[in-house]
């Protein structure tokens, strides 16, 4: 099948239409750029006077221009060394957003009985406030070292490794819906950057939001303009 344009900025490939919610029983997002607007470790990064140069190694990265996303990410973390506690309160009271039609999709996904995981290459002291947000049933991201209220430039190791990237995504992903007795056919995920397609490939249906034209092209919904409940004109509930 090619690609067609199901209405302005929403298109879809490789897939037979329509598709109903009901049939699937989990729903995978990233945070950055997809159930929040911002890059938050670029706007952390403003904090300390270096956004510029965080945001050219995050887009590198998300357009899958750096081969090692763990070091790149452990490049940017280095540069937020000495940001308080209550500055990245105050980033996330004043710089982080919920994406428009993000609450929507994933209230349609809940009563449809889909399972909903935030699985992000961002920190916890984020996620964790999306994920109570938006009452997601789990999540997994990156856990920032911090030493008497102050960022070390470090990140935590977990049990499962150190760094979620593209790699652990995708086993996430897998591992919880084998946990969950759910086919990946059965799961979507939803992205927009080089480090979600790992992910995006193990599911039975694969979204790109406003994402990288890399992410695009290998998408079978691929939202373009407006909001995340777009997928909802795909996807009836």
């Not at 929403?10 to 950055?32: C, G, H, S, T």
């Not at 890059?39 to 270096?50: S, T």
Request: charged letters at 20%; one cysteine or more.
């Amino acid at each position: 099948m090619s690609k067609q344009e199901v209405s302005p900025g929403l298109e879809v490939q490789d897939i037979a239409l329509p598709l109903q919610l009901k049939n699937y029983r989990l729903i995978a997002f990233d945070m950055d750029s997809t159930l929040v607007t911002s890059e938050c470790v670029d706007e952390i990064a403003d904090v300390v006077g270096k956004k510029a140069e965080v945001a050219a190694i995050t887009e590198a990265a998300m357009q899958g221009l750096i081969s090692d996303y763990k070091e790149s990410l452990r490049q940017r973390v280095q540069l937020l060394r000495g940001v308080s506690v209550a500055q990245l309160e105050s980033v996330y009271a004043q710089r982080v957003h919920l994406t428009p039609g993000a609450r929507e999709l994933v209230q349609a996904c809940q009563q449809a009985g889909l399972k909903t995981l935030l699985v992000s290459g961002g920190f916890t002291f984020f996620t964790d406030r999306i994920k109570a947000e938006l009452g997601l049933d789990f999540a997994r991201s990156n856990v920032l070292e911090l030493k008497n209220g102050i960022l070390t430039g470090r990140m935590v190791d977990q049990a499962w490794g150190d760094i979620c990237d593209g790699a652990e995504k995708r086993k996430t992903v897998l591992d919880l819906a084998s946990l969950l007795g759910i086919d990946p056919s059965q799961a979507i995920a939803v992205g927009d950057g080089a480090n979600d397609i790992p992910m995006m490939q193990a599911v039975g249906l694969s979204v790109a939001f406003h994402a990288k034209p890399r992410v695009r092209s290998q998408a079978q919904v691929a939202i373009n303009s407006g909001g995340l409940d777009r997928l909802l004109e795909v996807l009836h509930p």
